[in-house]
């Protein structure tokens, strides 16, 4: 496709902020034809939604949301509702919705791409809680999905000077000590179909998956109108080491510590507050439920 103005919303305070491939992304998509515009968002609430808002308002035929998994899911909230197709390129620390529809390619490629890319619609997924310090109904739109438990607490907790120092892999250390920290939780699961009582190490509910995650639920994609629910249950370290090489040659299905199901809407309740980490954000709740919007947002996927 060929785009006239392109809006670049960027977040200068990323984890992983790249002011010299930033300057490099835009000077690419200018080289291709483009009037480029900057927005980068500032402190206070959605700013990344805020800023998108003002570009289409400018008249951007395509946003560009150039950090992490957070400024992502603001740009796609003012993509869904103005209509006007985004893409995403890696600008932090971690970006899963840019790792799963585009290669982490340099800007001149990445901007090629796109103006040469297919539109196409993906799938969303709306996520309704109350935090466990309010009386206040939240909703919030999720990209990539939410994980519970010990493994949600420590992504969401990875400081960010652990990410300045180890990128990626502060997240995938974190991950990996929290399995060895595993603990139980007694979570209710109710879809359209049936409700049941599990006992979990952590129920992870993904909408797309990253290289990263294939292995995890296999055949998942954002376009199928679904939502891939896996749960994990180690009730003892011992079952760890089965469970984890299970997972390393693509077969975790074939492990007993592992269960999947694919629904349209999942709430998941405790009796306690528990912790969910829903798109990189870090949510205390006792209760969380999950919509799919099918074919919600306008992509171009290079």
């Known amino acids: 496709m060929q785009f006239s103005r392109i809006a670049v919303v960027h977040n200068p305070a990323g984890g992983s902020a790249n002011p010299k491939r930033l300057d490099a992304l835009c000077q690419a ?75 982490m390619l340099e800007p001149s490629r990445f901007a090629s791409m796109i ?41 969401t907790g990875t400081s960010k000077r652990a990410k300045k120092l180890c990128g990626p892999l502060a997240y995938a250390i974190n991950a990996g000590l929290s399995f060895l920290r595993q603990r139980q939780t007694s979570l209710h699961f109710s879809t359209e179909r049936q409700s049941w009582l599990a006992d979990v190490t952590t129920a992870v509910v993904l909408n797309l998956t990253p290289p990263s995650y294939a292995k995890i639920s296999r055949g998942c994609n954002a376009s199928d109108g679904l939502l891939d629910l896996v749960l994990f249950q180690v009730e003892k370290t011992r079952q760890l080491p089965g469970l984890l090489y299970k997972l390393a040659v693509s ?44 074919q919600a947002l306008p992509i171009v996927v290079a």
């Open 115 to 155: 103006m040469s890319g297919v539109p196409q619609r993906i799938d969303l997924i709306e996520a309704e809680y109350k935090p466990a310090d309010t009386d206040q109904v939240r909703r919030e739109l999720c990209l990539t999905g939410i994980c519970t438990g010990p493994m949600a607490k420590a992504i």
């Open 251 to 294: 077969r975790p299905d074939q492990s007993s510590r592992y269960s999947r199901y694919r629904v349209r809407e999942l709430t998941i309740s405790g009796v306690k507050p528990f912790d969910v980490n829903l798109d990189g954000e870090a949510v205390l709740t006792s209760s969380i439920k999950l919509t799919v919007l099918p």
């Open 29 to 103: 998509f200018a080289e291709q034809g483009a009037k480029v515009v900057r927005y980068a968002t500032e402190p206070g609430p959605s700013p990344g939604t805020a800023q998108a808002l003002q570009a289409v308002a400018d008249g951007s035929d395509l946003i560009v949301a150039v950090g992490g998994d957070g400024t992502v899911r603001e740009v796609a909230e003012a993509s869904r509702t103005t209509g006007v197709m985004m893409a995403a390129y890696q600008g932090g620390t971690s970006n899963v919705f840019a790792e799963s529809f585009y290669a």
